[in-house]
C-alpha cells in the first residue's frame, strides 16, 4: 500500500525558504509521479508541483513557477519541495499526493499524505 | 486555466436523505473529472474518478455522472460518517484544478 508522510513544515519569514519532505513507501525504480497540493486557511485545494516518473521532468502552477522545486530522491524514497522567496499567501498545509498516471498522462491524485502546515509571517 | 464551480457551497441535509452536488466546468472537460472528500483535520480522500468510476473502496452510495461542462455527485442516502467538504477536480488539462467545495452539513 501506498504511504505518505509529509515533514518540514514550520513558521517562516517571508522572502525565507523552507524544504518540505514527503516519504513514501513505494517510491521503487521511479514507479509513481507524485505531486503537491496545497490548502490554504479555510480555502479549497490548489494543486501546486508534479514531478513524472521515469524521466523525472517536472511541472508548476504559475503561482510558485521559479521559487518551488520538485526533486526526488528514490534510494532514500522521499519527494522533496525546495521553497524559496516565501509569501504570505504561500502560507497552507502542504500535502504530498500520488498522481494516477496513464501512458500519456498524469490526472488525478489517489493517495495523499496527512499534510505539513507551512506559515510564511513575519 | 479552466475554472471549475461548484455549487451549493454549502448543503443542509438530514441523515438519511439524498444530497445532490454540482460541478461546472468553464470548458469541455470530456469525462475528466474527480470528487474527493474531505473531513475536518484530514487529507482529502479520492471517491470518483473519470466522472463516474468510484474509487476503490468507496461505498455504492456515492455516485458521479455528467460529462463536458457539467457534472453531479449524489449521494443516496446520507450516513453521518458522509458529512464533509466535497471537490471536483478536472484533469483534462494543466494546471489540474479543483473547485472551491461543498460543504454538506447536518440539517
Known amino acids: 500500500e501506498v504511504q505518505l508522510l509529509e515533514s518540514g513544515g514550520g513558521l517562516v519569514q517571508p522572502g525565507g525558504s523552507l524544504r518540505l519532505s514527503c516519504a513514501t513507501s513505494e517510491i521503487t525504480s521511479n514507479k509513481y509521479a507524485l505531486a503537491w497540493v496545497r490548502q490554504a486557511p479555510g480555502k479549497g485545494l490548489e494543486w501546486v508541483s508534479v514531478i513524472s516518473s521515469g524521466t523525472g521532468s517536472t511541472n508548476y502552477a504559475d503561482s510558485v513557477k521559479g521559487r518551488f522545486t520538485i526533486s526526488r530522491d528514490n534510494s532514500e524514497n522521499t519527494l522533496y519541495l525546495q521553497m524559496n522567496s516565501l509569501r504570505a499567501e504561500d502560507t497552507a498545509v502542504y500535502y504530498c499526493a500520488k498522481m494516477f498516471c496513464t501512458d500519456t498522462s498524469c490526472n488525478f491524485f489517489d493517495y495523499w499524505g496527512q499534510g505539513t502546515l507551512v506559515t510564511v509571517s513575519s | 486555466e479552466i475554472v471549475m464551480t461548484q455549487s451549493p457551497a454549502t448543503l443542509s441535509v438530514s441523515p438519511g436523505e439524498r444530497a445532490t452536488l454540482s460541478c461546472r466546468a468553464s470548458?469541455?472537460?470530456?469525462?475528466?473529472l474527480a470528487w474527493y472528500q474531505q473531513k475536518p483535520g484530514q487529507a482529502p480522500r479520492l471517491l470518483i474518478s473519470?466522472?463516474?468510476t468510484r474509487a476503490t473502496g468507496i461505498p455504492a452510495r456515492f455516485s458521479g455522472s455528467g460529462s463536458g461542462t457539467e457534472f453531479t455527485l449524489t449521494i443516496s442516502s446520507l450516513q453521518s460518517e458522509d458529512f464533509a467538504v466535497y471537490y471536483c477536480?478536472?484533469?483534462?488539462?494543466?494546471?489540474?484544478?479543483f473547485g472551491q467545495g461543498t460543504k454538506v452539513e447536518i440539517k
Open positions: 470548458q469541455n472537460v470530456k469525462s475528466n
Open positions: 477536480q478536472q484533469y483534462d488539462n494543466w494546471p489540474r484544478t
Open positions: 473519470g466522472a463516474s
